[in-house]
């Protein structure tokens, strides 16, 4: 066994001198002992008191503990309440938003194509529907319904004849759909390198297999809402860099809406912006986006 080295030999020196000093003193002064038992006590009856209700009335620190938590709760029932209230208030939009969308979806339903029957485009937008509910499950977002309902609105609004916006109400339940091929993570995520900028990029022509069966009725319509719904009123967009009327109108209407919805939602990136501001923020970059679409959007929401 190692023999302890000098730091601890002189630590336990002075440990052992340190006790002998103590002692002594302790027997030279009889009023040690009994002067240290009367200043514990001091120190318990003093610590004892501030719990105690004082004589004078003064409060003390129980009744300020008591006045913290209580303060505490409140504060929290508070929090509670807002938080409640915003949830119920929610609830009751989004419901009015389903109500609606119900609507349009029998409106669309009700409308007579030229080579669909009612039971087969039926089962193409039931479809959609479905579909575009697992791109907002694989991206954090909320679009569905009320982005296909307000395309169907706004392409109303435009004078677009029933069909075509039946077509539009269709093409924006589908124009998402190469999202599915995205990484899931690449949503959650405040940055994005070049590399997966341009990956992301990808999802306008990455609708292969998902909307080849559809009509040929549908098709076109559902093809230039999955390819140019990133074209920019400016050319300043992608893929194929289109300007003005150049875009489709339904990548037209898909580009304003996909913004504002964007702008309105809580991302992980942003707070979401009030309705009011949303629209002035999309003002500001009037080179993006077709600003008479704004404007009827301004109006329906």
Known sequence: MKRPGKFLTVLALLASSTTRLISQEAVKNQDFTSNLDEDFSFSTVTLKELFLQQNDGGTNLKELINIAVGSLLIFLAIIGIVKLVGYILTRKKMKVIEEKFIEAKKSVLDTKMDTLSKDDFTKIIDSGIE???KVDKHTGRKNSPMLPLLAYEISLEMNVDKKTAARYFCASLFYDCGLLDIPSEYFFSEILYKKEKNQFKKHVICFD???DELPAELYMDCYDACYFHHENYNG?????GLSKDE???IARILRVLESYMSLISKETYHKGLSKKKAFIDMRMKE???DMSIIDILETLV
């Open 247 to 249: 875009i489709p109108l």
């Open 236 to 240: 300043s967009g992608y893929p194929e």
């Open 131 to 133: 579909l575009s509910k």
């Open 209 to 211: 297999g998902k909307i």
């Open 287 to 289: 080179g993006l986006y």
